[in-house]
Every structure is written in C-alpha cells, then in structure tokens.
C-alpha cells in the first residue's frame, strides 16, 4: 500500500510560479513510476508529467512542455511539480499517481493517487 499527499497548490497570477511537492509512504518509492495528472471543472482527467523509477526520464503533456518540470528525490519519498509561467488554463486539481515498475502517462496506468491539490491561475 502506497499513501500519497500532494501540497503545494493555491493561488497564483498569471505568469508566476509554484512547485507542488507528492509525499509517498512506504519503503518502496523507488519501485514506483511517479506522475502529475490535473482535473479542470467539468473536464476529464488529463496527463501533465511523469518521470521514471530512477528520475533518468521524464514525459510531458505538450501543453506543459517548456514551463513544468518534473522530479523526484527518492531518499526523501518525494515527487516535485515546478511550474512557471503559469496560465489561467494550468487552473486545476493537481493530482500525484504511483505506477509500479512504470512512469505512469495515462491515468489507467496508475495504482495510487493522492487527494489532489487546488491551483488556480488569476488573470
């Protein structure tokens, strides 16, 4: 079992930054693909990045490419979300996901997620 807990979201303008963190449970952290998805109002799910066991590679959703960077520290059991240059579009509940043995780049992929964390763009 693999608890995770996303901080770091909250309100931000346009064009700032903030660095969400994912605290993962467990002696396995290591084992696990970790990635970020978000869930607008009314909108599905959607991948924004994932990296692998080792950190050595990373995946982003195009809309997040050049702005969000994704990494881990494994010693410390934690996922990190750099996000700049942020847009009233990044608005959304920021969800962590673990996928064992994978980088998880679809949401069926995953089998944890955390409670999620509000970002809210202002214009």
């Known amino acids: 079992q693999v608890q995770l807990v996303e901080s770091g979201g909250g309100l931000v303008q346009v064009g700032g930054s903030l660095r969400l963190s994912c605290a993962a449970s467990?002696?396995?952290?290591?084992?696990?693909?970790m990635g970020w998805f978000r869930q607008a109002p009314g909108k599905e799910r959607e991948f924004v990045a994932a990296?692998?066991?080792?950190?050595?590679?990373?995946y982003y959703a195009d809309s997040v490419k050049g702005r969000f960077t994704i990494s881990r520290d494994n010693a410390k059991n934690t996922v990190y979300l750099q996000m700049n240059s942020l847009k009233p579009e990044d608005t959304a509940v920021y969800y962590c996901?673990?996928?064992?043995?994978?980088?998880?780049?679809?949401?069926?992929?995953?089998?944890?997620w955390g409670q999620g964390t509000q970002v809210t763009v202002s214009s």
């Open positions: 996901a673990a996928a064992r043995f994978r980088s998880p780049v679809i949401a069926s992929m995953a089998n944890y």
């Open positions: 467990g002696r396995t952290f290591s084992s696990y693909g």
């Open positions: 990296i692998s066991l080792r950190g050595d590679n990373t």
